[in-house]
């Protein structure tokens, strides 16, 4: 079984910045990619960005291109979520996951592991 924790969420006005970071543990893959989802209040949880392996690719949601950034640290197995110019609409519990293989997804049904989520907060 594969444990996955995030951290760093918090209360940030809009235009600030957080940093998100989820730690594996447990029985972990040699090969994985990892991403993060959101689900805010009365909605789907929906794709953020997904890393591979290698970490030479990465997708992100249109609605944060340019503003967050992912990247991993696999000597740690720790992936990480830099979200700039925040706003309001960023408002959401953000989740990690991993998944088995190296490639990257955008796709929830992909994944195998979800951490618990953290909430983010961005106020007006």
């Known amino acids: 079984q594969v444990q996955l924790a995030e951290s760093g969420g918090g209360l940030v006005q809009a235009g600030g910045s957080l940093r998100l970071s989820c730690a594996a543990s447990?029985?972990?893959?040699?090969?994985?990619?990892m991403g993060w989802f959101r689900r805010a209040p009365g909605k789907e949880r929906e794709f953020v960005a997904t890393i591979s392996w290698s970490g030479t690719s990465t997708y992100y949601a249109d609605s944060v291109k340019g503003r967050f950034t992912i990247s991993t640290n696999n000597a740690k197995n720790t992936v990480y979520l830099q979200m700039n110019s925040l706003e309001p609409e960023d408002t959401a519990i953000y989740y990690c996951?991993?998944?088995?293989?190296?490639?990257?997804?955008?796709?929830?049904?992909?994944?195998?592991?979800w951490g618990q989520g953290t909430q983010v907060t961005v106020s007006s």
């Open positions: 447990g029985r972990t893959f040699s090969n994985y990619a």
């Open positions: 996951a991993v998944k088995r293989g190296r490639g990257a997804s955008a796709t929830t049904t992909s994944y195998d592991y």
